[in-house]
């Protein structure tokens, strides 16, 4: 019997090796959700079926063209993270800046982090208080994004963390309760929360149980100068009034 050659044994080998899927696919088509499929990931802590009821939103609320921005909502990324901060799902909208796909993830983080059973805090709640002489002023360096799930496709199962304080990002409730962050990033940052507020409405998410905006809600607040309080700056001229969000 002739010894195996080397090709040989190392195609038996590799004929024993799992694929990973990772729930990013990068082109739009995103899964919807992750289940710790990254080596040394955790499942994610929101059911399947409200991961994928959230990200569907995205082409639906997209599709109205009334979200103020640059591109009209067509380019885009929405993530979405657990209580704890695990990756659920990262899904891409168009020819999205590749440099927001962290952001959008560190909304997502941003949100959940500084929300809770009490006060629903998007990141557009975060601008004015975290500017130079603010009450929480240094908070974006707080809690760093990981650099190893910069590459597409990773990061899903895993707590990838940062720290965003402009709009695009809003904490997910159910009965009273944050069970995670959605964060949207692709255009201005105005519009970018207009995309998360009206996703997280229609997935049915949205029930803060108070907030820093009128209405007792986290919406956008917009600063007539330099924003104090909890205000954000406006983005431009195409910009939606909160009342109209």
């Not at 090709?7 to 710790?36: M, P, V």
């Not at 049915?204 to 330099?226: E, F, H, Q, R």
Request: hydrophobic share 35%; glycine share 16%; aromatic share 6%.
């Amino acid at each position: 019997m002739k010894p195996r050659k080397p090709t040989a044994l190392l195609a038996i080998a590799l004929a024993g090796i799992t694929t990973l899927a990772i729930a990013d696919d990068g082109n739009g088509n995103g899964n919807g959700n992750g289940n710790g499929n990254e080596q040394g990931g955790k499942p994610c802590g929101i059911p399947d079926a409200t991961v994928a009821q959230v990200q569907k939103q995205l082409s639906k609320v997209a599709s109205r063209h009334d979200n103020g921005g640059l591109f009209l909502s067509t380019r885009m990324w929405s993530a979405v993270v657990d209580r704890e901060g695990v990756l659920c799902s990262v899904i891409r909208l168009g020819d999205a800046w590749p440099g927001s796909r962290a952001i959008a993830i560190a909304k997502a983080n941003t949100a959940n982090g500084f929300s809770n059973d009490e006060l629903a805090l998007s990141t557009a709640n975060l601008y004015g208080p975290t500017q130079p002489g603010g009450p929480l002023y240094g908070l974006n360096n707080s809690n760093p994004f990981n650099p190893d799930y910069l590459p597409q496709g990773s990061g899903i199962g895993r707590v990838p963390g940062g720290i965003i304080t402009f709009g695009g990002g809003v904490p997910l409730y159910v009965a009273g309760k944050v069970i995670g962050g959605l964060g949207l990033s692709g255009d201005s940052a105005c519009a970018d929360h207009v995309i998360a507020y009206r996703m997280r409405r229609e997935a049915g998410l949205d029930k803060v149980p108070s907030g820093v905006a009128p209405g007792n809600t986290d919406n956008i607040i917009y600063a007539t100068g330099a924003p104090t309080g909890f205000q954000h700056p406006k983005c431009g001229d195409k910009d939606i009034p909160p009342d109209a969000i």
